[in-house]
T-cell receptor, first 120, second 115 residues
Framework: GAVVSQHPSWVICKSGTSVKIECRSL??????MFWYRQFPKQSLMLMAT?????????EQGVEKDKFLINHASLTLSTLTVTSAHPEDSSFYIC????????????????FGPGTRLLVL | AQSVTQLGSHVSVSEGALVLLRCNYS??????LFWYVQYPNQGLQLLLK??????LVKGINGFEAEFKKSETSFHLTKPSAHMSDAAEYFC?????????????FGAGTILRVKS
C-alpha cells in the first residue's frame, strides 16, 4: 500500500526557534497533501491543504505566517513552525492524496506517522 | 456546525467479546464516512469507508460499520475482539458542501482488549 513518511518523528526545540517537518510520499505521487494538528485527547484538526506547485490553503484560525507550508514536488511537503512557542507543542500529522479531485482526494488519503513537537 | 461525536473516549472489552464503537455525525448533505485506526507511533490506517450504495460496509480486520441516515450514525463493530485490536479509533466525515471535501474527525476512542 501507499506509504507516507514524516521526519523527524519527534523534535524538541527552544522557544523562538523554527522547526521544519517533512512529509514524503514514498511510492506514489501526491498532488495534494494535508497537514493536521492533534492535541492530547483531542481529534485531528486540519491546518492546511497544499497542492503541488501552488500556495497552501489554510483553515480559519491558522496563522499562515506562523505555519509555513511548501509543496515543491509531488512527493514532498514541508511544514515550518516559525518562532515556535510552548503553545505550539503538539502532534503534527500529514496525509497525502493520491488521485483525483474533490471528494476523490478525501477518499484516498494516506497518513504519515506524525511528528511530536515539544517547545521549551 | 460540522461535527463528529464519538461516544466514549475509552472502551474496554474482553478478548472474544463484541466491539462496538459509536459515532454520530452532522451533515446537511449525504456524507462520506470513514473509520481510521491508529496504533502507537504509527499513522492513521483506513479501516473502512462509506460513500454511496450499501449501507453496511465491511472493512479490514473483521470490522464493519452501518450507515444509518435516520440516526445520523456510523457505528463500528466487530463480532469478536482480538488483542491486536487494541488501538485508537477515529471516525471522520466529509461532504462536498459543508466540509468542503475535507475530513473532519471525531475525538477518538481508545479500545482496550482484556485477556
Amino acid at each position: 500500500g501507499a506509504v507516507v513518511s514524516q521526519h523527524p518523528s519527534w523534535v524538541i526545540c527552544k522557544s523562538g526557534t523554527s522547526v521544519k517537518i517533512e512529509c514524503r510520499s514514498l511510492d506514489f505521487q501526491a498532488t495534494t497533501m494535508f497537514w493536521y494538528r492533534q492535541f492530547p485527547k483531542q481529534s485531528l484538526m486540519l491546518m492546511a491543504t497544499s497542492n503541488e506547485g501552488s500556495k497552501a490553503t489554510y483553515e480559519q484560525g491558522v496563522e499562515k505566517d506562523k505555519f509555513l507550508i511548501n509543496h515543491a514536488s509531488l512527493t514532498l511537503s514541508t511544514l515550518t513552525v516559525t518562532s515556535a512557542h510552548p503553545e505550539d507543542s503538539s502532534f503534527y500529522i500529514c496525509s497525502a492524496g493520491t488521485s483525483g479531485h474533490g471528494r476523490e482526494i478525501v477518499e484516498t488519503q494516506y497518513f504519515g506517522p506524525g511528528t511530536r513537537l515539544l517547545v521549551l | 456546525a460540522q461535527s463528529v461525536t464519538q461516544l466514549g473516549s475509552h472502551v474496554s472489552v474482553s478478548e472474544g467479546a463484541l466491539v462496538l464503537l459509536r459515532c454520530n455525525y452532522s451533515s446537511s448533505v449525504p456524507p462520506y464516512l470513514f473509520w481510521y485506526v491508529q496504533y502507537p507511533n504509527q499513522g492513521l490506517q483506513l479501516l473502512l469507508k462509506y460513500t454511496t450504495g450499501a449501507t453496511l460496509v465491511k472493512g479490514i480486520n473483521g470490522f464493519e460499520a452501518e450507515f444509518k441516515k435516520s440516526e445520523t450514525s456510523f457505528h463500528l463493530t466487530k463480532p469478536s475482539a482480538h488483542m491486536s485490536d487494541a488501538a485508537e479509533y477515529f471516525c471522520a466525515v466529509s461532504d462536498h458542501e459543508e466540509y468542503g471535501n475535507k475530513l473532519v474527525f471525531g475525538a477518538g476512542t481508545i479500545l482496550r482488549v482484556k485477556s
